[in-house]
């Protein structure tokens, strides 16, 4: 499959970031990203060199890692930090990274500032025949702060395959749940981040066939501390 060219995935990862932040407190920051291997330089806080290139060798790279720079990179975007890492049923493994936003201009507009807190979610050894990468948007939710919720519908030839949703949620949550139609639910404990990216992050996999998604947090008592609607259906992707 053909990489994309910097500007193309530049434009597409930004204008989604920037109007979904313009929009509702619950719109996604969702920019899929089609398949195309970034270019990275990787340092390893605390590990060798040879674990961090065995690592990168099986498309794993530890909790704390730092991506710094690459080809797809914007200028003034900040260095990706492995927070999460964990394996889909259907695309496989994954890594979740947090980053601060880079500027995007075009045509001497300003679609992106930089410095605003950010997530990506990788797929590090997705099968062949998957057609995203990843996806990634602006971190901060006015209306749940804390609390982010993210998606990545992944695709195989014949349509979707998968939904990953991901995001933050308050030091006080516990576990958090994904709710849909005819009874869905799922639940998931979210996981600290390293040192270097403090919180508390999570990712969720769901059928393609999910409907009317709803994601909350719980704390230790099983209050619910914040609801999140997923935006995806199966209807429209």
């Excluded at 961090?52 to 990179?73: K, N, Q, Y």
Aim: charged content about 20%.
């Amino acid at each position: 499959m053909q990489d994309h060219r910097y500007s193309e995935l530049a434009i597409v990862n930004a204008l989604g970031r920037e109007f979904a932040r313009a929009a509702a407190p619950r719109r996604s920051g969702l920019a899929p990203w089609r398949r195309g291997r970034r270019s990275l330089v990787v340092a390893v806080a605390g590990l060798t060199l040879s674990v961090a290139a065995a690592g990168a060798a099986t498309g794993f790279l530890p909790v704390g890692s730092v991506i710094s720079d690459g080809e797809h990179f914007l200028p003034e975007e900040g260095d990706h930090v492995v927070v999460v890492t964990g394996e889909a049923p259907v695309s496989g493994p994954w890594q979740l990274e947090a980053y601060t936003s880079g500027r995007l201009t075009v045509n001497g507009k300003e679609y992106q500032a930089p410095g605003h807190p950010s997530l990506d979610l990788r797929l590090t050894d997705p099968p062949e025949d998957l057609i995203e990468q990843g996806a990634g948007g602006g971190n901060v939710f006015p209306g749940t702060p804390g609390f982010s919720r993210h998606e990545l519908p992944v695709s195989g030839p014949d349509g979707p395959v998968e939904l990953l949703i991901y995001g933050s949620v308050p030091e006080s949550a516990e576990s958090v749940r994904l709710t849909g139609a005819g009874g869905f639910e799922r639940r998931v404990e979210p996981q600290q981040g390293p040192p270097s990216s403090p919180g508390k992050y999570w990712v969720i996999a769901a059928p393609a066939s999910l409907d009317g998604g709803r994601v909350s947090w719980l704390d230790s008592d099983g209050q619910v501390g914040g609801t999140l609607d997923v935006l995806y259906s199966p209807s429209r992707g």
